[in-house]
């Protein structure tokens, strides 16, 4: 995973470090390889994930354009999410971070950058 100064925003609150995958091959790698991760990843576009190949579980927040949370969901290792409609980003941490970030649908997430919104 790339460094990265993004920080994630759940409903306003500084939460965690976000890393953003924005790209088709940053996307087909996601969190493969990796053991667990400090904050979030953002994939975008997006509407599923899978856990091919992964060694631990993960939520998953499925968000709409405007990245409101329209779905939550535990991820297990091997397991799929399913496109659904209106759903064009996928927010992915380890299984039990979005609990403790207060992450729920209808939560709004924002990424910023040195305190500027993007």
């Known amino acids: 995973m790339r460094t990265t100064t993004l920080r994630l925003h759940v409903d306003g609150r500084d939460v965690a470090p976000l890393w953003l995958a924005d790209s088709y091959w940053r ?3 996601g969190l493969l390889g990796t053991r667990s991760i400090p904050g979030a990843l953002l994939l975008r576009p997006g509407n599923s994930v899978h856990g091919m190949g992964m060694l631990y579980a993960l939520d998953v927040a499925l968000l709409d354009d405007e990245a409101t949370v329209l779905h939550v969901l535990t991820l297990r290792p091997f397991g799929l999410t399913r496109p ?4 064009r980003q996928v927010l992915e941490a380890n299984r039990g971070s979005f609990s403790r970030w ?3 649908v209808g939560s709004r997430i924002t990424a ?3 305190g ?3």
């Open 84 to 87: 659904r409609p209106g759903v």
């Open 102 to 104: 207060g992450l729920r």
């Open 112 to 114: 910023h950058d040195n």
């Open 116 to 118: 500027n919104g993007r």
């Open 27 to 29: 996307r087909a790698r």
